[in-house]
């Protein structure tokens, strides 16, 4: 486990790393590794330049940082030019996980998107629900910073005596129990809507006048991530095959968003909740904002947990998913780690980006699906 450890990114129990070469990687010579490449350098110019992290992860190593400086200079046309940059610079690690009965599992993949919805910047008929900025209160706690009473915290509340304590969540702020409580930059059409946005954690909103505007990720209270896709399914409410996107949010209409309505209750089980910053859509051709300070790419960008692996860093994904069509075809592709979530934890859990809009939104819904994933780090640190 040295290949991680020095790498600067602890080691989960029942994860271990098996070094690979080039030609055992399943799929790759009919990857698009340009693609591949140009996504890495999007990375690659934002570690060179410092931009600052919209959620902090594993800062990039120097190995890592060298290489991306290499990347910047190189001159890259072909997929063949492209192999032969990652082959130069990257070991190639597969990453092998084990149950508590000591069996081989495979990694594990969901979808995400950024949602397009109509929105208002006033409250209005038929848009009720307030998007919030981020609090002036809110302190973003580091790893390790959550001890004592905010143990299991991601972030906290300053008093006005500068001590810490839990923030609200979410019923509380939905009630109104949150202290100093930002002004709404955007209002949404229900509680579901905003609910969706904020699990995707961005979001591109329609103006009543066709002009557009984007949220961007920017802040969180703290509360550990709920899944109330997978309460429904476990409290048989929805057979697991029924469960999509869609299903959740038509569940949640028909049961109610009222106060003490089951749709309200189901989805303030997840007691996180998300604030925002509000910006231009400067070019409606690249995606969202993710984590690590860069657009994301469709079907490029994946979300990591941000304790383990750096930003930036290569992962080949390898599965059969319903990523085209709701037929389960071969996915098989070189992303770049670029984002992050609160669900996504392991070594061997991805998100995988995949666009914008209801269409991107339908297709990463039905992602829930094992992978083989194979991380790629550098050589100089790659050695156990």
């Not at 790393?17 to 010579?29: M, N, Q, T, V």
């Not at 999007?42 to 992860?57: F, H, K, Y």
């Not at 609090?135 to 810490?164: H, K």
């Not at 770049?336 to 609160?342: E, H, K, L, P, V």
Request: with cysteine; charged share 25%; aromatic share 8%.
């Amino acid at each position: 486990m040295a290949a991680i450890a020095s790498f600067g990114a602890p080691v989960a129990a029942g994860h271990r790393l098996e070094a690979l070469d080039y030609a055992s990687i399943p799929g790759l010579a009919e990857d698009d590794l340009h693609a591949a490449f140009d996504t890495f350098r999007t990375s690659c110019a934002a570690i060179a330049a410092g931009v600052p992290e919209l959620r902090r992860g594993k800062p990039p190593s120097a190995v890592l940082q060298d290489i991306c400086r290499i990347a910047l200079k190189a001159e890259v046309s072909t997929n063949a030019d492209a192999r032969r940059f990652f082959e130069a610079h990257f070991q190639p690690w597969r990453i092998t996980s084990t149950d508590g009965d000591g069996r081989d599992q495979k990694g594990f993949l969901t979808g995400y998107y950024e949602p397009v919805v109509a929105a208002s910047k006033t409250s209005a008929p038929g848009f009720a629900t307030p998007i919030l900025s981020r609090p002036p209160d809110l302190v973003t706690l580091e790893p390790g910073e959550g001890v004592g009473a905010l143990a299991g915290f991601a972030a906290a509340r300053r008093r006005p005596d500068s001590n810490l304590e839990p923030y609200p969540d979410r019923a509380a702020i939905e009630t109104g129990a949150m202290e100093g409580r930002p002004e709404p930059i955007a209002w949404v059409r229900d509680p579901i809507e905003r609910f969706i946005i904020q699990v995707q954690g961005s979001a591109r909103l329609r103006w009543p006048d066709g002009s557009q505007a984007r949220l961007t990720y920017s802040g969180r209270n703290g509360w550990p991530y709920t899944s109330i896709g997978r309460a429904l399914v476990e409290d048989g409410k929805v057979a697991a095959e029924r469960m999509s996107l869609a299903a959740l949010k038509q569940w949640v209409r028909d049961h109610g968003q009222e106060e003490g309505a089951e749709g309200l209750v189901l989805m303030r089980r997840n007691r996180s909740f998300v604030f925002f910053a509000l910006g231009p859509v400067d070019d409606p051709g690249k995606g969202p904002i993710g984590a690590a300070g860069v657009p994301l790419a469709p079907l490029r960008s994946i979300a990591v947990d941000r304790a383990l692996w750096s930003y930036g860093l290569p992962l080949w994904l390898s599965a059969d998913l319903p990523w085209r069509s709701p037929e389960k075809t071969a996915f098989r592709r070189l992303m770049i780690a670029q984002d992050t979530g609160s669900a996504i934890v392991g070594p061997a859990r991805a998100d995988v980006f995949f666009g914008s809009g209801d269409d991107a939104g339908a297709r990463a819904g039905d992602i829930r699906h094992p992978a083989d994933m194979i991380v790629l780090l550098p050589r100089a640190q790659s050695a156990p």
